[in-house]
C-alpha cells in the first residue's frame, strides 16, 4: 500500500520566483492537508481540501495557493517567494470520517 | 483558534526508564488529540492518538492520557530503547472544520541514551 507521496523532494528557489509542489494522497483517501514546517517548530496549517473543494486555511498570505485534482492528488504553490518561506512542506491525508492524518515525506524548500 | 504548549522541548531519558511530555490545548471544543514521531530528516509518523470521550489509550510501550477539565494530555513512554529518540509533536483537532485541521505543538527532542 503506497503511502502519501511528494515531489519534489528538495528544491532551491531564489527570492521573487514561483514554486509549485505536488502531493499524492493515500489511495481512497480524499482530503489533503498541507502544513509549513519551519526548522524547530511545529507543522502549521496553511490549506485543507476535500473533493476538490478548499475547506479550511491557515494564516498565510495570498502568496500561498493550492488547488485539488478529480485524482485527489494536490498542488501547493507559492508566488513571490521570500527567504522566510524556506521550510519544509507537509502534505497529510485523511478520510471523511477519520481524523487520523497521515504525512508525506516533505518537500524541503530552499530560498536563496 | 486554538493554541498548543508542550513541554519540556528537550528531555533526555537512560534507556529502560520511562519518558512522559505534556501538552495544554487552549479549545475546550478540540476532540482529537495525535501524537506524531518525527525522526531526523523524515515525515512526522503517527503513534497513537485519543478522542476527547476517553480517557487513556495504550499501544505496547507507549500511552496517552487526556484530562478534559484541565484541558491537557499526556504521553507516557515506557521502557525506553535508544530507536525511541526522535522529535515528538502533540497537536489538537481543530472542530470547526468539516474535518479538522491539526495545531500543533512546538516539539520535544527526546534522546534515549543507551
Partial sequence: DAGVTQSPTHLIKTRGQHVTLRCSPISGHKSVSWYQQVLGQGPQFIFQYYEKEERGRGNFPDRFSARQFPNYSSELNVNALLLGDSALYLCASSNQGNYEQYFGPGTRLTVT | ?????????????????????KCTYSDSASNYFPWYKQELGKRPQ?????????????????????????????????????????VYFCAARDRGSTLGRLYFGRGTQLTVWP
Fill in chain 2, 46 to 86: 503517527l503513534i497513537i492518538d485519543i478522542r476527547s470521550n476517553v480517557g487513556e489509550k495504550k499501544d505496547q510501550r507507549i500511552a496517552v492520557t487526556l484530562n478534559k477539565t484541565a484541558k491537557h494530555f499526556s504521553l507516557h513512554i515506557t521502557e525506553t530503547q535508544p530507536e525511541d529518540s526522535a
Fill in chain 2, 1 to 21: 483558534g486554538e493554541n498548543v504548549e508542550q513541554h519540556p522541548s528537550t528531555l533526555s531519558v537512560q534507556e529502560g526508564d520511562s519518558a512522559v511530555i
